[in-house]
C-alpha cells in the first residue's frame, strides 16, 4: 500500500484516496468509498480543463474529514499558477465534497470542471484478493443525479 494515501472514516463508511483526493481503483491500493465492508465508488477524478491537478498539501481536519491544496501544472518551477483548488472532503451521512476554485489572474477564465465517478460495488474480500465481479453494471443521470447499479 502507498504511504501517501489520504483516510478519512466515520464508524462504518471510510474513504481512501491519493493526496489529490482522487480515487482510482487499483490491484496493489485498496482505495475507494466503502461502507459497511462495500465499495461504493471506485473511481473519483477531478479534472480541470481536461488536466489532473497537482497537490500541494492535505489538512486532516479531523477522523472524518479533509482538505486537499490543489494547483494545475504550469510546466515550469518558474511560473505560478494562476488557479488553485480546495477540495474539502468528509463522511459521515454520507460523502460529502465540495470544490472551491480560485482565480489568481486578473482576467477572468472560463473553466471545465469534471469529475469522472464510477462503483464496481466490490466488497473487501474482492477487493483484497483482486476478484471480478459476475454481474453487470450500469450509470444513468435521472433528475440530476448520477445513479450507479449493479445487477448480478
Sequence with gaps: ???????????????????????????????????????????????????????????????????????????????DAKLSVIRERAVGGGFHEELTILNHDEKPVELTVRVDAASDFADLFEVKDALEKKGSYSARVEKGRLLLGYLL
Design 1 to 79: 500500500m502507498k504511504d501517501d494515501l489520504v483516510k478519512i472514516l466515520d464508524g462504518n463508511t471510510f474513504v481512501v484516496s491519493d493526496s489529490r483526493g482522487d480515487i482510482e481503483a487499483s490491484l496493489s491500493d485498496p482505495t475507494g468509498l466503502f461502507s459497511f465492508d462495500s465499495r461504493f465508488l471506485s473511481t473519483w477524478v477531478l479534472t480541470v480543463d481536461g488536466e489532473r491537478l497537482n497537490p500541494l498539501s492535505v489538512d486532516d481536519l479531523q477522523y472524518f474529514e479533509t482538505r486537499f491544496f490543489l494547483a494545475p501544472g504550469t510546466g515550469t518551477v518558474y511560473v
